[in-house]
């Protein structure tokens, strides 16, 4: 099994950054995507962005397009997002994901870190 695990999160006043962190508790044999996701109370969970890591690519939701970059190193099992320019819009949890392979003799799996809050508030 593996484990996610966030850091990075917190209140942060309009306009400001923050960088979220991920790391996976071992690393994974191959990894097909890292994506990052949101969803606040009421709502269903959004993407926010996602690498596909074999193209490689990244996809951005049009909300924070220009503002939020992903990055991740495939070896390590990490994935990071950057935030810039924050607004009060993207307060919400944020969600880790990796999807990919932990071993050669099993399947793809999808695995889900526990979740940071970001509050940008003044």
């Known amino acids: 099994q593996v484990h996610l695990v966030e850091s990075g999160g917190g209140l942060v006043q309009p306009g400001g950054s923050l960088r979220l962190s991920c790391a996976a508790s071992?690393?994974?044999?191959?990894?097909?995507?890292m994506a990052w996701y949101r969803q606040v109370p009421g709502k269903q969970r959004e993407l926010v962005a996602i690498m596909d890591t074999l193209r490689p690519t990244m996809n951005y939701a049009e909300s924070v397009k220009g503002r939020f970059f992903i990055s991740g190193d495939n070896i390590e099992s990490t994935v990071v997002l950057q935030m810039n320019s924050l607004t009060p819009e993207d307060t919400a949890v944020y969600y880790c994901n990796i999807a990919g392979w932990i071993t050669d003799r099993v399947g793809r799996m999808d695995f889900w870190g526990q979740g940071t809050q970001v509050t940008v508030s003044s």
């Open positions: 071992r690393r994974f044999h191959s990894i097909a995507t």
